[in-house]
């Protein structure tokens, strides 16, 4: 394997734009200020690499945080892009693509309508506000560890970033905004009871990520998910599901399904994001048609966006949407079962304690010999030996998550070549993170 190149140029990039930008980026987790280094600047990606502008190639297990599901830069996704880029970027005024998108989310999960917005914040936060609106109620219940964007009222112990940075709550956000979030541990049935208990008839809606992302993986545990629905339900509140992260990723109907469509429950609100953009700003909420029929201008809940739907984003969600199928889901399951046991094997042979979590084919490895299923055991892993490992495995051409509150993706162009690559670089990564410095 070539040697890598010093991240000169990227360092050179990284000072100028600290001088512009708050850390020099414009999304906390990319400063690797957890992992420590400079972050490769990257100019382009093709299929599973990430290219930086120093001539290193990566093999991406980020995919832009989910989005990219087919690899990069790929054919079908581009034309689709190009040509809707030919014939203008934005009108402000309905274009065809927005239903046949919406067509498209609808047919393939339990939605009856939907709304497009350009980023998953704005989808959970829309989907609250449509809550509060149904509901003429306040509060909301999140978990621990759950990440649901950075709207103010979702960011107490929020995971991906404020967890990486350990930010319990963000500054800026008003007390009486913090107030009406009520935050329980997740895969906690009792907390949730309490939080009812405690707040009777206030609490709008629980909102949960389908299954937890943002604090590594952290799968519900058996029914958990039809608990909170049915709980909600008990209280007059609703169920927001939040499938920014998991949506389209592990199946063509989502990771809910697995505890929920064969049980016949549906949650009541739905976010989506990432996939349905194919690395386009694009995301979307949905759900009942009753609910979502109090949108303005249906209904009182006021919702809005200048670029809300654009041609850009419906073109290239279309066009990746068409070539999911399960054949797909079968190849990027089969990925991260080789990743996860080259992992497993390793860690062990280096004798690191660690924990493999997968939702899907999403996973995340843990430094803890504990298992890990909810935000206080995550955040008992070895974060240092996570930021040694990753260092390894940048040096050896691996992009891994700079966080150990993140998680890996594959896509279907991460093929043998690729996979060995990582392969290969495992051990030496898991050696550096069993050694003490
Ligand atoms: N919800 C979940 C589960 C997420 O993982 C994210 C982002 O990672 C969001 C919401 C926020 O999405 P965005 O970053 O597009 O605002």
Request: glycine content about 10%; charged content about 20%.
């Amino acid at each position: 394997m070539a040697r890598p190149k010093p991240l000169k140029r990227s360092a050179e990039l990284f000072g100028q734009a600290q001088h512009l930008i708050p850390g020099g980026v414009d999304s906390p987790v990319r400063a690797f200020g957890s992992v420590g280094g400079t972050p490769p600047f990257i100019s382009h990606a093709r299929g599973p690499y990430l290219y930086d502008v120093d001539g290193n190639e990566y093999v991406d297990l980020v995919c832009s945080w989910g989005p990219i599901i087919l690899g990069h830069a790929h054919p079908a996704v581009l034309e689709a892009v190009n040509l809707a880029a030919s014939r203008g970027l934005s009108f402000g005024a309905p274009q065809p693509g927005e239903a046949e998108l919406a067509a498209a989310i609808v047919s393939l999960m339990p939605v009856e309508k939907v709304r497009l917005v350009n980023s998953g914040t704005e989808a959970t936060m829309s989907a609250i506000r449509v809550a509060r609106g149904a509901t003429g109620r306040d509060k909301i219940i999140k978990f621990a560890g759950c990440y649901h964007g950075h709207s103010d009222g979702l960011l107490a112990e929020a995971g991906s970033g404020a967890a990486t940075f350990a930010i319990p709550g963000s500054a800026g956000v008003p007390a009486a905004t913090a107030a009406d979030t009520i935050v329980v541990a997740y895969n906690d049935p009792d907390a949730v009871r309490a939080a009812f208990a405690a707040h009777p008839d206030q609490v709008a809606a629980i909102i949960t990520e389908a299954a937890p992302a943002n604090m590594g993986a952290i799968a519900p545990a058996p029914g958990f998910n039809k608990f909170l629905h049915d709980t909600a339900h008990q209280h007059g509140a609703l169920l927001i599901s939040d499938e920014v992260l998991t949506g389209f990723r592990s199946s063509a109907q989502g990771y809910w399904g697995i505890d929920g469509a064969e049980e016949g429950w549906v949650p009541d609100l739905f976010a989506f994001g990432k996939v349905i953009g194919a690395g386009l700003p694009l995301a979307a909420f949905g759900g009942r048609a009753d609910l979502m029929d109090l949108l303005a201008p249906s209904g009182p809940v006021y919702q809005a966006g200048t670029l809300s739907g654009n041609p850009l984003g419906t073109a290239a969600g279309l066009a990746q949407l068409r070539l999911l199928d399960d054949a797909l889901y079968r190849r990027l399951n089969r990925k991260a079962e080789v990743l996860k046991q080259a992992w497993t094997d390793a860690l062990t042979s280096a004798g690191v304690p660690h924990q493999v979590n997968s939702i899907g084919t999403i996973f995340s490895v843990f430094f803890t010999d504990e298992p890990v299923t909810d935000y206080a055991s995550a955040k008992r892993q070895d974060t240092a030996a996570f930021a040694r490992f990753h260092a390894e495995m940048l040096r050896s051409g691996v992009y891994l998550p700079p966080s150990a509150f993140e998680v890996c993706f594959v896509s279907d162009a991460h093929d043998n070549r690729a996979l060995d690559r990582v392969v290969q670089a495992l051990p030496r990564a898991a050696e550096a993170a069993a050694r003490r410095e």
